[in-house]
Structure formats: structure tokens, C-alpha cells
């Protein structure tokens, strides 16, 4: 494999790439997140009541999801303090340069954007006439542009964290790959693992999280931009939160609804396997549109 494209990235990076630098990085970055996104969530909360507060936790009703959402843009502000701080790197050394970002970013989407076309119509096939319409459709296109705004701070801000920062302090500091792919890889699947949702389905929903990192990973540092990372992640989103959901949680935006919630392991173990294959191909897309 090829990570020329990566250099600039590292050598950026190579200025502080003391390991104690970066742990304090990301506690600080922790620290920043939470306290930025309660103070969002508690204005939110004060002028909604209670009740909001429940769909905000479960993503159940579209303002709840837009609040969720966007509270997560909360985690790009907390790496980049601690990038400025701690290695002294701006958005441009985590991000990439903005006009290779942005083009390198469309490439990917549109590419993999067929791939998830493809992705709902076998996904779909047995249950279309199962689904369930959970928003009109006039308010659906209402919300839609808020709803790709949100998405797009959402999954940006973890592929800040996680493909941007967290990835390339590790390369600054290892030589081989393995050591910087796979820890924010590990983490990223450590994130998603939720027992109490997913039940006897969670290690492998995890693991498919694990994947993806290792796959944007790759992407990242095939392009030596955000972009693509950003692209795949938003492709993937837009599709599982605003196109069909799951019923239940996180289904606040979306248009349709599945017959089966996250609880229900039988349905959901059979959908992994097809999740699994269209990740790999969407990958495989992203590198064709890019020609790495």
C-alpha cells in the first residue's frame, strides 16, 4: 500500500509527537467536549421540558435527533483545542488543505452514494412493503436540509477525532500502519459497542465499527485528506438516519422506519452480514473514484 499522500500529515504532526502529549490531548479534548455539549444540551433542555429530554437521549423525535446531532459537532471543538494546544497544529494540519478536501470529499460521495442505492434496494427487498412511513413526506423534505447539516457535523467531528487527530499523532510516532490504524480503529468500535441496545448483536455491530475505522483509516491516509473518511462516514449516516432507520432509536429524521427494532438480535444478526459486504464495496468505490 501506498501512504505517500499521508506525509504531510505526519510531518506535521513529527513537530511534538510525544505520546504524553497526546494523552493529554485527548483528555482535554474530552474534557472541552463534555463540557461544551451539556451546556448545549442543557439550553435545549431548559426551554423544552422533560419530555424533550427523552426524545434528545433516544433520537426519537426529529428535534431530539437535530439537538442530539449537532451536540456532537462539540467533539471537533475539543480536538481541535487540543491539537492548538498540546502540538500546536491548526484545522488545516488535521483536516487537510480545504480545496482538496472538498474535492476529494464529492469524489467519494458521489461514488459511494450509488453503492448505498444499491445497499437499500437489497436491504429492502424483503421488507419494502414492510416498512413504515415515520415522517410525511412534506416535512421530511422540510427537515431534510437541517437533517444533512446535522449528519455532517456529527460525522465530521468524529473523523476529526478519530482519522484526524488520534491517527496521525500515532503516525508521527510509529512506523508501521498497524500502530496507527488500528488503535483509533479499536477505540472507534470500543464507542459503538452497546450491550444494552443490541444484546447478543453488539460485539458485532462493534466490530463492523471497527472495520469502518481501519477502512477511513486507510482512505485517509491514501488521500492525505478528511475528505473521504468524512464522505464514506456521511454516506453511511445520511442513509441510516435519514433515509431508513431502525424503529426506535436514532429514527427521529429518518423517512421510513425498518419492522424491527435494535432489540430484535434475529433480525438484526441477518442484516450484518450484508452491512459487512457493503462497507467493503463502498470502500472499494471510494479508492476507484480516487484512483488510490
Known amino acids: 500500500m ?6 504531510p500529515r505526519i510531518e506535521e504532526a513529527s513537530e511534538k509527537p510525544q505520546l504524553w502529549r497526546l494523552a493529554v490531548g485527548l483528555l482535554l479534548a474530552a474534557v472541552v467536549t463534555m463540557l461544551t455539549s451539556q451546556m448545549l444540551l442543557m439550553s435545549a433542555l431548559s426551554m423544552a421540558g422533560q419530555d424533550f429530554a427523552m426524545t434528545i437521549l433516544g433520537g426519537t423525535s426529529p428535534g431530539g435527533l437535530l439537538v442530539l446531532l449537532f451536540a456532537m459537532g462539540t467533539i471537533a471543538l475539543g480536538t481541535l483545542v487540543a491539537a492548538r494546544l498540546m502540538q500546536n497544529r491548526g484545522p488545516e494540519s488535521i483536516i487537510g488543505p480545504a480545496r482538496e478536501t ?4 464529492l469524489r467519494v460521495l458521489g461514488a459511494v452514494a450509488a453503492v448505498q442505492l444499491l445497499m437499500l434496494v437489497l ?3 424483503g421488507v419494502t412493503g414492510q416498512m413504515s412511513l415515520n415522517l410525511p413526506v412534506g416535512l421530511w423534505i422540510t427537515l431534510l436540509p437541517l437533517g444533512l447539516a446535522a449528519v455532517l457535523v456529527q460525522t465530521g467531528a468524529e473523523e476529526v477525532l478519530f482519522r484526524g487527530y488520534l491517527q496521525s499523532q500515532l503516525a508521527a510516532r510509529f512506523r508501521s500502519p498497524l500502530f496507527w490504524i488500528g488503535p483509533q480503529a479499536a477505540l472507534f468500535a470500543l464507542g459503538h459497542y452497546a450491550a444494552g441496545t443490541f444484546g447478543s448483536n453488539a460485539l458485532g455491530i462493534a466490530l463492523w465499527a471497527g472495520l469502518f475505522g481501519v477502512l477511513a483509516g486507510d482512505l485517509t491516509a491514501r488521500s492525505g ?20 432507520s431502525l ?3 436514532l429514527s427521529g429524521l429518518s423517512l421510513f422506519t425498518l419492522p424491527f427494532t435494535a432489540g430484535d438480535e434475529e433480525a438484526i444478526a441477518a442484516a450484518l452480514p450484508v452491512d459487512f459486504a457493503g462497507l467493503i464495496v463502498a470502500w472499494l468505490a471510494a479508492r476507484l473514484a480516487l484512483r488510490v
Do not use: E, K
Request: charged share 10%.
Open 2 to 7: 501506498r501512504y505517500d499522500a499521508y506525509a
Open 102 to 105: 472538498v474535492r476529494q470529499s
Open 123 to 125: 436491504l429492502g427487498w
Open 225 to 244: 485528506t478528511l475528505g473521504p473518511a468524512i464522505a464514506l462516514h456521511f454516506a453511511n449516516n445520511v442513509l441510516a438516519i435519514l433515509v431508513v
Open 247 to 249: 424503529d426506535g432509536v
